[in-house]
């Protein structure tokens, strides 16, 4: 078991201040990531660590216990990066993400990096995983942040964690006859071929009901009752499924999604040392365990 100093702060944050959200805040983080942090922690520990009441969360048995060590652990993290955060590290690291990955804290780990390595400096750019791979190839970027499938996978890549993806809609629209309005993040993303091509091999007629550039919108969108939409399941709130969003069940058949892995990859070539130290940063946030 390993449990990662900044899981326990987030632990330690949603304790103190009772929410979810409220720690979010504080941590300058999304909910969906202060979510899977504690979502995270609590799988690696195999006990539940937060108990629900209605809006406010309170700490179970097991996590009273874990508490008391967790701000140990943190505090004393905190003192040894003080210590050592004069970096001589220097150098400029070109970076590309996804949106998706955005919503995870990619900006409080940069802001961690940029605070421990003052002297180097990061390009930050949002775009769609086909252009960031197009960039990387170019040499535009020097690391960038999304997601591949088992076949583009490369020994060099560096796991973060593998996506479950599924099909959504509004629980009222099931979407079982007729044409179909699909819920896509515009022409250069992953996931818009993925789901034309399952939903043509089973002969259903299709349309482009919105095209969005976020998963927020995607999915206001399908509760909404706009369409159908191919997502990740982590990138959907733990309370959001099954109420007004709903796994889309159709009664005709549809080749499953595939097994999808987000990954941080490195521009061809050397990787300069201020980009490697940059991908332990994301790994150490970010990671799981590597696919088989």
Not at 82 to 99: H, M, P, Q, Y
Not at 162 to 175: E, G, K, R
Not at 241 to 248: D, P
Not at 276 to 289: F, K, P, T, V, Y
């Amino acid at each position: 078991m390993q449990l990662d100093v900044e899981s326990l702060r987030t632990f330690i944050a949603v304790v103190d201040l009772g929410s979810m959200t409220r720690a979010a805040e504080s941590l300058e983080l999304s909910q969906s990531a202060v979510s899977w942090k504690i979502k995270r922690l609590e799988a690696k520990a195999g006990r539940i660590l937060l108990v629900r009441d209605g809006r406010s969360v309170a700490p179970s048995r097991e996590g009273r216990e874990l508490l008391r060590f967790a701000r140990s652990i943190v505090d004393t993290h905190d003192e040894a990066v003080a210590r050592l955060d004069r970096s001589d590290l220097t150098g400029t690291v070109k970076l590309g993400a996804t949106e998706e990955v955005t919503a995870s804290g990619m900006a409080a780990i940069l802001g961690r990096f940029n605070r421990l390595h003052a002297a180097a400096t990061i390009e930050f750019r949002v775009d769609y995983g086909g252009a960031l791979q197009a960039m990387l190839v170019r040499n535009e970027l020097d690391v960038a942040v999304l997601q591949v499938s088992a076949e583009d996978y490369l020994p060099s890549d560096t796991h973060l964690w593998t996506n479950d993806l599924i099909w959504v809609t509004a629980f009222d629209h099931p979407y079982d006859n007729g044409v179909v309005p699909l819920l896509t993040f515009g022409e250069h993303s992953y996931y818009r071929p993925l789901a034309i091509s399952r939903l043509s091999e089973a002969g259903v007629s299709h349309r482009i009901g919105l095209s969005a550039p976020s998963t927020g919108a995607i999915l206001a969108a399908a509760e909404a009752g706009l369409g159908v939409a191919v997502v990740a399941q982590m990138s959907i709130e733990p309370d959001q499924l099954g109420q007004r969003l709903v796994e889309w069940q159709p009664s005709f058949d549809l080749r499953p999604l595939p097994e999808t892995f987000q990954v941080a990859r490195a521009s061809p070539g050397e990787v300069p040392s201020v980009a490697s130290e940059l991908i332990s940063h994301i790994e150490a946030e970010l990671g799981h365990a590597a696919p088989s």
